[in-house]
T-cell receptor, first 114, second 111 residues
């Protein structure tokens, strides 16, 4: 049973560019959440997608946007990259409103902005 | 606003010791609490999930407890091994259905 898969694993972009990160949820999961983890910090919630809609959003600017597809996979897009966007981006999947199963995380995408 | 704190921030112990990692949260209205392990530069691996109605969960050498009323959870690791070296993160889920993380405890177990 495949877990959460993320691509790419590493990415280097130049300030001002745009980037797209991808996530496929664990089989049986329908909700995808994205987190940003700066070095030495705990992950910070960016947003959550369910039924192809953004259900809730953390304290991140509009440069961060996302999408969920009918097969539950998701993309995270970041426009006008800043040096401060350099971080590990984590995708987590879960079953909607089912607190019995918790969250499953992918291995992350390491984004470096130069 | 829910805030999660983990103490200590770092811990270095010799192999074989039993140890306790602490997690506290400010709002007791949680759905569940999850402990994760993170190796350097890697994703998160779920260790234990405690539902709000439970008081503890066990998996092998790991035992996690939850006291909602006092806003605390502990992760107990028995007979620690060098392979346990990693950062341990706790996270709570409240009615907003998102994980709120602590900053983690960085554990090093030396032979």
């Amino acid at each position: 049973d495949a877990g959460v898969t993320q691509s790419p694993t590493h990415l280097i972009k130049t300030r001002g560019q745009q980037v797209t990160l991808r996530c496929s949820p664990k089989s049986g999961h329908d909700t995808v959440s994205w987190y940003q983890q700066a070095l030495g910090q705990g992950p910070q919630f960016i947003f959550q997608y369910y039924e192809e809609e953004e259900r809730q959003r953390g304290n991140f600017p509009d440069r961060f946007s996302g999408h969920q597809f009918p097969n539950y996979s998701s993309e995270l897009n970041v426009n006008a990259l800043l040096l401060g966007d350099s971080a590990l981006y984590l995708c987590a999947s879960s079953r909607d409103r089912d607190e019995n199963y918790g969250y499953t995380f992918g291995s992350g995408t390491r984004l470096t902005v130069v | 606003k829910q805030e999660v704190t983990q103490i200590p921030a770092a811990l270095s112990v010799p192999e074989g010791e039993n140890l306790v990692l602490n997690c506290s949260f400010t709002d007791s209205a949680i759905y569940n609490l999850q402990w994760f392990r993170q190796d350097p530069g890697k994703g998160l691996t779920s260790l234990l999930l405690i539902q709000s109605s439970q008081r503890e969960q066990t998996s092998g050498r790991l035992n996690a407890s939850l006291d909602k009323s006092s806003g605390r959870s502990t992760l107990y690791i028995a007979a620690s091994q060098p392979g346990d070296s990693a950062t341990y993160l706790c996270a709570v889920v409240s009615n907003t259905d998102k994980l709120i993380f602590g900053t983690g405890t960085r554990l090093q177990v030396f032979p």
